[in-house]
Structures are given as structure tokens and as C-alpha cells.
């Protein structure tokens, strides 16, 4: 899908033929509550020939996608998925606006069906055709349960996170990329004078830049950096336009696990703050608090954790503050023994998820509600409606 800044966007969504139901949830996009597509919080699922109508404003440019949220874990692997990319509001109405750094752009959706890594759902690499000495936007898209590495050969630039922009952003050489599960990265990669530039984008697929349709052989492959890139301090710092410094609400978010029953399964699940799915905690807020949390894993796991409705910036990870561009996200990857301290303004009142997109984990129990208060919801989790968002 795409769609302009400022534009008024409606779909309807029709179920023609799955059975459990499906919704539409737009990852990363700021949308009012009642079209975030949560099943049992902000909507019934839509039954087999049922319909439901979302409508949002395009408010911020950049890289997102949608998926269902019904039954997620299933329905999200399955394939019930897509990008979305909002242009700036400038330049011509009826073509794609790269942006002032780039000649051409591209999307690169990374998904896995089957054990069978695609691209833009195809089992192959994607070619753009670029004149030398110019620059491509590739729009990454991490669609999987796990944490997607790019890299390239030639120096590139990460532009942006999330759908927002980097401040200055430098040249990354000899270093990867990771882009966590729910996540997206928008790079610019410059096409040498001679030859052409690979871009590997999840391990398994390439993004082939040159001034020919097939410019394999002058991109050979190149080995994964052992570097990452460290976005905390990637990038010209720039001021906040909330003070993160005195914040109205503060909250711990402690993920760990232990052995319990959710549903009558036994197993050993997620705990948020030592308690258990259904009895996990609700964070309350009031529109206009400044709120931060202190995210930390106590498990051996990664955990991409994804706050629906809002992005946050990251203040600091295991006590080291932030030295780069705002570092702006709605998908961070947590890894075990980490800590962060990531802030946000509470200014889209709700019920909101904020929960782990390695979806399995979800359905074990890591997700916990952001509330606004004063806000309720007339839709249930299971009952008639057969709601179930993990």
C-alpha cells in the first residue's frame, strides 16, 4: 500500500475465506485506537464474509507494514501481510517521492514461508537499475520472528528507523545492521563509478544495485561483518521536543520466565514483572504524561518489543545514555541481561498492546496494556467473538 502524508486513508477489509477470522493491524503507524486491529481490544475479529472499514490520517512518512492481528502467530507466519510506505507530502502526487538523498528506492520485505526465505515474495534477490554516482533508498522490512542482519560491501547510510528520520547520519563500513523482528531500517546505498553494489538484506537475499537489470556478476557476495552498528550512538544528537528529563509516569518492564498454567497449558512461560499472563501488568497514563520505561531482560532470549500507537525514543541501554540521533523506534530488540531506558509523550488515548513480535512468545504470555485513563473497550478477549490476538 502507499499513500501520501496528510492523506485521509480508508480500507475495507474483507474475509473471504479464514475461518479463525482475521483484522488488519497497521505496524508502526500512529492510528486512532479503534483501527489499531486488535482482536478483543479495539475490534471483533472479522468473520468469514464479514467486513470492517479502518480510516487513518497518513500523518508521518516512512517504512511501515500491516498484518493480522487474530491469531497472530499463525496467521502473521502464513503470510497475512504487506508493506505500507507513506511519501512526504512533497513532490508529484501520482508517482513515488524518494527522498532528497536518493535517485531511486526501493522495498525489500523480508518474510519466511516454509522454511523458504523470500523478498518482496519472491525466493529470489531484487534487482534495481541505478545510473552510477547515483544513490537508492532501500526500505527494509523485517516481516519474521527473528532479528534480520544487513550489510554491504560498499559504505551505506541508515536514514532512518522505524519510519523516522536520522539525524545526519554517517557512512557505515566494515559493520551490520540489525533490524529486529516488527522492525524497519530505510538505508542509501551509492552505485560505484564501475560495477554495482549488493546489499544483503536478512542473510538469505540481496538487493542488486547497477546500471543493468542483472548486475550480479560485477556484485559478488560479501561476508557478514562481525560489527554491528550501534544505533545509541549512530548519527548528530539533536534535542528531544519533550523533556524526558522529568517524566509524569515511570514503570519497570521486567521480562523473565517460570513455570505456570495459561489456559489450562502447562509449560514455562513469560513473566512481566514476576507475574503471569492474565494477571500481568496494566500501565496507566493520562494523555499529555511524559512516561518512561525501564525495560529489562532477565531471560535468555531476545525479545523484539513493539508498543502499539506510539514511538519511543531510547534513552539509555544498560546505563549508558544515548550519544547519537534520537533514536526513535516502535520495535527494540532487548537482548538477555540488557536493560533501556526509552521514553514517549502519551498523546493517543487508548488500550494499547506492548508486547514481544516473536509472536510465540506472545502466546506465552509477554504482552502487557498500555491504558489511558478513562478509556474502555466494549470488545473481549475469547467469548463469543472468538477473539484471540496472539
Known sequence: MRARQGDLVEVEFVNES?????TLHWHGIDVPNAADGVAGITQDAVPVGGRHVYRFEATDAGTYWYHSHQVSHEQVVGGLLGAIVIDPETG???????????SAEVTALLHVYGGQHTLNGRAGDERVTAAPGSTVRVRVINSDQGTAAVWSGVPFRVVATDGHEVHEPGEVDGERLLVPAGGRADVTVPVPARG??????GGARSVLIGPTSEPDASAPPVRQPAETLDLLAYGAPAPLDFDAESPDRSYEYAIARRFGIIDGRPGNFWTINGRMFPDVPMFAVAQGDVVVMHLRNDSGDVHPMHLHGHHVVVLS????????SPWVVDSLDVHPGESYDIAFVADNPGIWSDHCHTLPHAVDGLIAHLMYEGVTTPFTING???NRPE
Open 196 to 201: 554495482a553494489a549488493r546489499l544483503h538484506v
Open 92 to 102: 508529484p502526487a501520482d508517482e513515488p517521492a524518494p527522498s532528497a538523498s536518493a
Open 384 to 386: 463469543d467473538a472468538g
Open 18 to 22: 479464514v475461518t479463525a477470522g482475521a
Open 317 to 324: 541501554r544498560d546505563g549508558v545514555a544515548a550519544s547519537g
